[in-house]
T-cell receptor, first 113, second 111 residues
Framework: DAGITQSPRHKVTETGTPVTLRCHQT?????MYWYRQDPGHGLRLIHY???????DKGEVSDGYSVSRSKTEDFLLTLESATSSQTSVYFC????????????FGPGTRLLVL | QKEVEQNSGPLSVPEGAIASLNCTYS??????FFWYRQYSGKSPELIMS????GDKEDGRFTAQLNKASQYVSLLIRDSQPSDSATYLC???????????FGPGTRLSVLP
């Protein structure tokens, strides 16, 4: 299995509070992604990174920010959580120099009350 | 119009039968296509990738791509109960690292 961990794995928070999710990889892959998965919508890209300090928006980026200060870590921040951000969040990595395959982390279940 | 579409299912097949999963996409310049399997409560894992028109076989799995019809499918031969999962179709659009996933098809293989 690709070395990807996500923390926390589960979180319950209240509307209006800030939340940060962490993705850590040991594969030294250049690309990292944050997706959310909701019933009926599949996986939707929030943000992705193509290198340290290099990030770009995905399909559903409103209300989310990201940072990547090291190759191995990609942080997703909900500045002020809303109930619509209740979801399962997956981090993924890929190395386009060798393959386009994405490897996914175990996911974080976030409940915003 | 969604960029990648799949029948949400559930698709039910008896054990030993062939399961056929379909996916259509809207971006004609798409070049890379992927099938992921996701068990309930788990993360997606890659089954197959396909880049050229035609068939690609890997064990019990066959991916079929028809770029003219913007259609990609996955066939699972000799279906097993352990194949019961949601199957996600993914397309790499715009030649970049921008992957678009379909909503997934839930497959149930009945013993």
């Amino acid at each position: 299995d690709a070395g990807i961990t996500q923390s926390p794995r589960h979180k319950v928070t209240e509307t209006g509070t800030p939340v940060t999710l962490r993705c850590h990889q040991t594969e030294n892959h250049r690309y990292m992604y944050w997706y959310r998965q909701d019933p009926g919508h599949g996986l939707r890209l929030i943000h992705y990174s193509y290198g340290v300090k290099d990030t770009d928006k995905g399909e559903v980026s409103d209300g989310y920010s990201v940072s990547r200060s090291k190759t191995e870590d990609f942080l997703l921040t909900l500045e002020s959580a809303t109930s619509s951000q209740t979801s399962v969040y997956f981090c993924a990595i890929s190395d386009p120099t060798s393959t386009e395959t994405q490897y996914f982390g175990p996911g974080t279940r976030l409940l915003v009350l | 119009q969604k960029e990648v579409e799949q029948n949400s299912g559930p698709l039910s097949v008896p054990e030993g039968a062939i399961a056929s999963l379909n996916c259509t996409y809207s971006d004609r310049v798409s070049q890379s296509f992927f099938w992921y399997r996701q068990y309930s409560g788990k993360s997606p894992e890659l089954i197959m990738s396909i880049y050229s028109n035609g068939d690609k076989e890997d064990g019990r799995f066959t991916a079929q791509l028809n770029k003219a019809s913007q259609y990609v499918s996955l066939l699972i031969r000799d279906s097993q109960p352990s194949d019961s999962a949601t199957y996600l179709c993914a397309v790499n659009i715009n030649y970049g690292q921008n992957f678009v996933f379909g909503p997934g098809t839930r497959l149930s293989v009945l013993p």
